[in-house]
């Protein structure tokens, strides 16, 4: 459910801020180029104040010369431990909102990439997400946190202005890391009355929108990007690489590392192109419009599903959403939904994934059944249980049929997911978006079924055809 969705909040020309999904993480995050340029009064400074954060760390880890019992190294990885700011509802783990965690192990990963920083002869940084080229394990959903900690004051502020503004209630909560005092180079916990998120009673902590990206605009992999373009003699003669497809984040952080120049001048280079937020609008990865989309289907196209009682009413009643998630796609033109108008081409695999989770907990929603995700297997972002008591549970995995381990996840994964979790009946969804893939498909169903009478279990393959600008009438 949406935040605006909740408060019944009508949107005015001054709410720039990005509309959460409350029980669901959006696989976007907080990119601090994008707050480097930021107008709005409340976040004005927030770049610079990043910037001064990580100046007293670099001095710090000067002091400290990398020595563990040092003071100034022990005081350096408790100022650089940033805890997840699951309050934002942002990050990689698309089944709950609540994030990986940023403990010690992770102050030591950022330490060392300040300390390689100083090695580099890179005294001072403009833009600290620099250090995720010069360190594996520093990627957009750290970045985030270490920016959601360092201006989470703003941030407060930001949302209490928001709050004020649509009446919204609100209640008090300790809000961990709150203020960092940079006097005494620490962080501090503070009380601040805050909207609550009625799924995990949480308070809820509101990001513009305007500063949200899928990856951030500073990154190594746009590092090698530009360095292959700009700089292809250096990377061949220098480092004797050949290939840029064959290079590792480890070799994108020894060039970095060794030639901090190269480095300079890519920042200047992002500098100077400018970057953007992520278009919210036209979602070009699928991972926010689903929600809605299959919201308003729902209700426009409303089913009655049958009162489950048996295990073969569950496995019927599952069947009967995949078969109306087929219908909306084939007949009902949401197979745009999975598409790119420009270019023309696919969404993510995770567009069908996240629409398909849309339209099944819409319709359990309207008829009052409960569908639960896996949480915490290890297993991507859509594995669905259906229950009806210990015994009656039927496993969902959604695939496209692009990817290169469409058989392996039927012959493989799915059964072992089956075994795991002591399930004897999994549906196989495959989305098809090209014809080519019709060949490639076509033994899955004849495969399940032996797969099933060789387990004991059961086992259907559903394959639905999301082909941009035709309905097919192929008979797989």
């Known amino acids: 459910m949406l935040f605006s969705e909740i408060h019944q909040i009508k949107r005015c020309s001054e709410d720039d801020w990005f509309d959460p999904i409350l029980d669901l993480d959006t696989k976007l995050f907080i990119d601090p180029f ?4 930021k107008k709005n009064k409340i976040f004005s400074n927030s770049h610079k104040k990043i910037i001064n ?53 992770f102050s030591k990963t950022i330490a060392n990439a300040i300390f390689k920083s100083i090695h580099a002869g890179i005294e001072e940084l403009n833009h600290f997400e620099e250090i995720g080229i010069l360190e594996t394990g520093i990627g957009a959903d750290r970045i ?54 009625p799924f995990n009673d949480n308070p809820i902590l509101l990001v513009p929108s305007d500063v949200l990206k899928e990856l951030p605009s500073i990154n190594a992999d746009g590092f090698l990007d530009w360095a292959w373009s700009n700089e292809n003699e250096i990377l061949r003669t220098d480092f004797n690489y050949e290939l840029k497809n064959q290079l590792r984040k480890e070799d994108i952080i020894k060039i970095a590392s060794e030639r901090s120049d190269l480095l300079a001048e890519y920042v200047k280079f992002v500098e100077r192109r400018g970057s953007r937020p992520y278009n919210l609008t036209s979602d070009p990865n699928g991972i926010y419009t689903w929600y809605e989309q299959s ?30 998630f087929d219908n909306f796609i084939v007949h ?22 996240l629409l398909f989770h849309g339209l099944m907990k819409e319709h359990c929603k309207a008829n009052e059944i409960d569908i639960s995700r ?47 979790e002591d399930i004897n009946i999994g549906y196989y969804v495959v989305i098809l ?16 079924k032996e797969l099933g009478d060789k387990l004991n279990k059961y086992i259907e393959v559903f394959i639905i055809d999301a082909i941009d600008g035709k309905p097919s009438a192929s008979n797989l």
């Not at 019709?438 to 495969?447: D, I, Q, T």
């Open 433 to 448: 978006q090209d014809e080519k893939e019709f060949e490639k498909v076509k033994g899955l169903r004849s495969a399940a």
């Open 144 to 197: 985030s946190d270490i920016c959601g900690n360092i201006i989470k004051e703003e941030l407060i502020m930001y949302t209490k202005e928001v709050c004020k503004r649509h009446d919204i209630p609100l209640a008090e909560y300790k809000v961990k890391h709150s203020t960092f005092n940079f006097q005494l180079l620490r962080w501090e916990d503070n009380k601040f009355e805050l909207p609550v998120n």
């Open 295 to 324: 919201k308003q289907y729902s209700k426009q196209n409303p089913i009655k599903l049958p009162e489950v009682k048996e295990d073969r009413e569950l496995a019927d009643f599952v069947k009967m959403l995949i078969e109306e």
């Open 34 to 37: 994008l707050l480097f340029n």
């Open 374 to 420: 896996e949480v915490n297997s290890g297993r991507g972002p859509v594995d669905f249980k259906f229950s009806n008591g210990y015994s009656g549970r039927v496993l969902i995995e959604v695939k496209r049929a692009s990817s290169s381990k469409i058989k392996q996840g039927l012959l493989e994964q799915l059964p072992q997911y089956l075994k795991t």
């Open 332 to 353: 009902n033109s949401g197979y745009k939904l999975l598409w790119n108008d420009h270019p023309k081409k696919p969404k993510k695999e995770e567009a069908s994934q």
């Open 53 to 105: 954060f990580f100046d007293e760390a670099f001095i710090l880890a000067a002091k400290s010369e990398g020595n563990p019992s040092n003071l100034s190294y022990k005081k350096l990885l408790v100022m650089l431990t940033f805890p997840e700011v699951d309050e934002i509802c942002l990050g990689y783990t698309n089944k709950s909102t609540k994030g990986l965690g940023s403990g010690m192990g």
